[in-house]
């Protein structure tokens, strides 16, 4: 199909099983294949004013330098994922350390409320005594007429 012609290979009938029958008609290489298959013939592309070696030799540059950029990045990326490990192993070990203080807090106002509680219970005897006693030297008073000592001796 040539570029823009508005025609799909399928609409002009010109594919078989999916693959388009001229399907090298545009290709320079003569034979119908690849460049692997065509007797040795292959031709590598040239550069301007450039030599075969020097065309190789660009080319091996190139990728040595692709290479040194990607272990570059590679270490970048490697060195960013071990700080970022680093960060949410401290996150993990302070909210364990969080969890322990909270449970400690806990049973210590447990504790605490469990004192209050006693005391208080404590207190609540203590005014009961107290307020027996009272009654009691009320009782008195009023039985021995007024005066806290009775002589009926």
Not at 21 to 41: I, P
Not at 89 to 109: G, H, K
Not at 123 to 141: K, S, T
Request: charged residues 20%; glycine residues 8%; positive net charge.
């Amino acid at each position: 199909m040539a570029y823009g012609s508005g025609r799909p290979d399928w609409a002009r009938n010109d594919v078989e099983d999916g693959v388009p029958r001229n399907r090298n008609s545009g290709n320079s290489l003569s034979g119908g294949g690849s460049y692997q298959n065509s007797n040795n013939n292959y031709q590598p592309p040239q550069l301007k004013n450039a030599t075969y070696q020097d065309q190789q030799t660009n080319i091996l540059e190139d990728a040595t330098r692709t290479h040194v950029v990607a272990e570059t990045t590679a270490n970048t990326v490697l060195a960013t994922l071990h700080a970022q490990r680093q960060q949410l192993q401290n996150a993990n070990d302070d909210t364990w350390q969080m969890r322990t203080n909270v449970a400690n807090a806990q049973r210590e106002l447990r504790e605490l409320q469990a004192k209050a509680w006693k005391k208080k219970q404590r207190l609540y005897i203590i005014i009961g005594i107290l307020g027996f006693v009272d009654l009691m030297l009320f009782f008195r008073i009023v039985q021995c007429g007024g005066s806290f000592f009775c002589r009926r001796y």
